[in-house]
């Protein structure tokens, strides 16, 4: 799998850089080595600094924690089922944090072209703090990295403030998936052509 990736890679020269070093660099996790973010100091939200890092184990915990506390009953997902897609083969799960704490995270999978948004968890306290975009942004561009050119979600046709968070973020509505979650509740499908244009602001 790293050997597609890398073979997919894009020359050095087009690497993002931040504070003058390439930010995706090649280091193992988990056991197998990806193409990714080493741990950066990303960004200052509200004048905290937020590390946007990769998962690592010890994080399992409170990740379901949160993933618990941000969806409902039925969307929310299980142990088991958090731990799947986690464990695909193309996943990749960034966190974001302000100092020890976990404000938020994102998993991401893909198959380029095709990438897709698993979840994405910004806890209640840290919500419309900009959180959420820079996760995004940055999974976006690892994406991206990795030859993703288009990526699909699905999210509740109820969940308004997730809506208009894809929206913002240049994410079109392209189907209504009838009863895709338990408890009949749809989903809209929805879709991002990524570009080589400026990254999502976050
Ligand atoms: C959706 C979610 C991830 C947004 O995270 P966030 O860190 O609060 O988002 P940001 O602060 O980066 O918001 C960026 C923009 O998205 C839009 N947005 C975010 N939350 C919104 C809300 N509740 N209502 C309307 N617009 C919203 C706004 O345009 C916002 O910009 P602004 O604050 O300048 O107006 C967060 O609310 C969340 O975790 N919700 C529960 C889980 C969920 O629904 N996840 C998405 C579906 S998988």
């Known amino acids: ?12 020269k087009s690497l993002p850089l931040y504070n003058g070093q390439p930010r995706l660099a090649e280091f193992p996790a988990g056991g197998r080595k990806i193409l990714s973010a080493k741990a950066i100091e990303a960004h200052r939200i509200c004048g905290v600094s937020v590390t946007i890092r990769q998962y690592d184990p010890h994080d399992f915990a409170a990740i379901f924690k949160l993933d618990q506390s941000c969806f409902p009953p039925g969307i929310a997902y299980s142990k088991t089922m958090l731990k799947y897609y986690l464990a695909q083969p193309g ?10 704490r976990i404000a938020g995270f994102l998993i991401s999978e893909e198959n380029p072209p095709l990438g897709h948004i698993v979840t994405l968890d910004v806890a209640e306290s840290h919500r419309r703090q900009g959180f959420g975009s820079l996760l995004l942004a940055e999974s976006e561009a690892h994406l991206m990295f990795r030859g993703v050119r288009t990526v699909l979600l699905e999210t509740a046709t109820t969940n308004e403030a ?3 968070f894809w929206e913002r973020h240049g994410y079109r509505r392209e189907a209504v998936l009838k ?7 749809d989903a809209f499908e929805m879709r991002k052509l990524l570009s080589a244009a400026p990254r999502s602001k976050a």
């Open 179 to 185: 009863n895709y979650y338990p408890g009949r509740l």
């Open 91 to 100: 996943a990749e799960c960034l966190i974001a944090g302000d100092g020890a």
């Open 162 to 164: 997730g809506i208009a």
């Open 1 to 12: 799998m790293s050997g597609l990736r890398f073979a997919q890679a894009p020359p050095q």
